[in-house]
């Protein structure tokens, strides 16, 4: 039991760090010491494991065991291509079909997707609206041609991919079963964070340089996907590890959707007027996720928005 207790902690705590805008309610009423999920949570999650762990397919337990390990196995890959390839690879194994949907135009075209000879194959075209919620494909805005070769077929949802908080394009899905829809909507919401922070993250690998302020890792199985801690020890950390996380992810981000005004104020200085509307932004998130200021105070994020976005010149603010 410890051990479906820690994966479904995991499992939770996964979704609460990936799907931040989705879930500030919940964050704000999580005990700001221990474990990161309350004990009603744990109960319910619990709940739904004894209704889907059935003797011949425990497919949520090993869902949930697969969503503790992709941290471990995206760290080291720094191109979209592979990216892709290994998210269709663990969601093949739970569900029936996957596609992964760019938007491009008034449509999407299939960037890849699981191989089948009735349902929408790598370089097929859709012209569809763009959405921003999970559905069911019969909800959809997909077109009738599309949704007839799913006929029939039940637990068909399109789930929407975000890349800088803007929708980006979407994953079809056939689940194995219908208790895999949480898991296949956290492991979307990880591949567009990773998606968004690629060029970061590529960056870092292909320099294999510490940032000012970070000891370089003591040997390579110890060294970290960019910033962020492994999903494994979230329920571990700190506060103050966890508040020092969310400050370098909300200042990366910054940078990564500022690029022309960041490189304006690297060359110029005046960064904060630059970007005072993100700042700020990003300030009263990281307050909603920390607001307590004596445990937490405001150094924290003004150290970090030095380090990534200033490059650790403090004066170019």
Not at 14 to 25: A, F, G, H, V
Not at 212 to 227: D, L, Q, R, T
Not at 278 to 306: C, Q, T, V
Request: some cysteine; aromatic content about 8%.
């Amino acid at each position: 039991m410890n051990e479906l207790i820690e994966l479904l902690v995991n499992f939770i705590n996964t979704k609460i760090e990936q799907s931040l805008q989705d879930y500030k309610k919940e964050i704000s009423s999580i005990p700001a010491r221990g474990q990161s999920v309350s004990p009603e949570e744990l109960e319910r999650m619990l709940e739904v494991l004894k209704q889907n762990d059935e003797p011949d397919k425990g497919y949520l337990v090993e869902a949930m065991a697969r969503l503790g390990g992709i941290e471990d196995e995206w760290a080291q890959i720094s191109d979209q291509v592979s990216l892709i390839a290994s998210f269709l690879n663990i969601c093949g194994d739970f569900c029936d079909y996957n596609g992964f949907f760019i938007f491009k135009g008034e449509g999407a075209s299939c960037y890849d997707a699981t191989s089948h000879k009735a349902f929408p194959q790598k370089g097929d075209k859709v012209a569809v609206e763009r959405f921003n919620r999970p559905m069911t494909l019969a909800d959809s805005p997909l077109p009738d041609d599309i949704k007839g070769q799913f006929e029939g077929i039940s637990d068909v949802y399109v789930l929407p991919l975000a890349l800088k908080f803007k929708p980006a394009g979407f994953v079809l899905t056939v689940l194995s079963e219908s208790g895999l829809l949480d898991f296949m909507k956290t492991v979307v919401t990880i591949m567009s964070r990773e998606l968004t922070l690629m060029p970061y993250k590529a960056k870092a690998l292909l320099g294999n340089k510490p940032r000012v302020g970070e000891k370089a890792p003591v040997s390579p199985s110890k060294a970290s996907s960019g910033s962020r801690a492994s999903i494994s020890s979230i329920g571990l950390e700190s506060p103050l590890e966890r508040a020092i996380r969310y400050a370098k992810l909300l200042t990366s981000e910054i940078k990564l959707y500022n690029e022309k005004a960041v490189n304006k104020g690297l060359q110029d200085g005046g960064l904060r007027n630059l970007l005072s509307v993100d700042i700020e932004r990003s300030y009263n998130s990281f307050r909603e996720r920390f607001p307590n200021s004596e445990e937490i105070p405001d150094r924290i994020f003004d150290e970090a928005l030095i380090e990534y976005v200033a490059d650790g010149n403090a004066d170019l603010l």
